[in-house]
Nanobody, 125 residues
Framework: QVQLVESGGGLVQAGGFLRLSCVAS????????MGWFRQAPGKEREFVTA????????YYAGSVKGRFTVSRDNAKSTVDLQMNSLKPEDTAVYYC??????????????????WGQGTQVTVSS
C-alpha cells in the first residue's frame, strides 16, 4: 500500500510559477513510476508528466513541455513538479499518482494504482 500526499498548490498570476510536491509512504518508492495528472472542472483527468523509478526517464504532455519539470528523490520518497510560465489553462486540481514501473501506459490514469487527494492550482489572467 502506498499513500500519497500533495502540497504546494495555490493562486498565481499568468507567467508565474509554482512548485508542487508529493510525498509517498512505503519502502519501495523506486519501484514505482510517479505521475502527475490534472483535472479541470467539466473535463477529464489528463496526463501532465511522469518519471520512472530511477528518475532518468521522464515524459511530458505536449502542453507543458518546456515549462514544467518533474523530479524525484528516492531517498526522501518525494516527487516534485516545477511549473513555470503558468497559463490560465493550467488551472486544475493536480494529482500525484503511482504505478509499478513498466515501459508503457505512463500517460493512462487507469493504470495508476495509487492517488493523492489533489491540490488546487489556479492561474489568473
Amino acid at each position: 500500500q502506498v499513500q500519497l500526499v500533495e502540497s504546494g498548490g495555490g493562486l498565481v498570476q499568468a507567467g508565474g510559477f509554482l512548485r508542487l510536491s508529493c510525498v509517498a509512504s512505503g519502502r519501495t518508492f523506486s519501484t514505482y513510476t510517479m505521475g502527475w495528472f490534472r483535472q479541470a472542472p467539466g473535463k477529464e483527468r489528463e496526463f501532465v508528466t511522469a518519471v520512472r523509478g530511477s528518475g532518468e526517464i521522464r515524459y511530458y504532455a505536449g502542453s507543458v513541455k518546456g515549462r514544467f519539470t518533474v523530479s524525484r528523490d528516492n531517498a526522501k520518497s518525494t516527487v516534485d513538479l516545477q511549473m513555470n510560465s503558468l497559463k490560465p489553462e493550467d488551472t486544475a486540481v493536480y494529482y500525484c499518482a503511482a504505478k509499478k514501473n513498466s515501459y508503457s501506459g505512463y500517460d493512462r490514469p487507469g493504470l495508476y494504482e495509487y492517488w493523492g487527494q489533489g491540490t488546487q492550482v489556479t492561474v489568473s489572467s
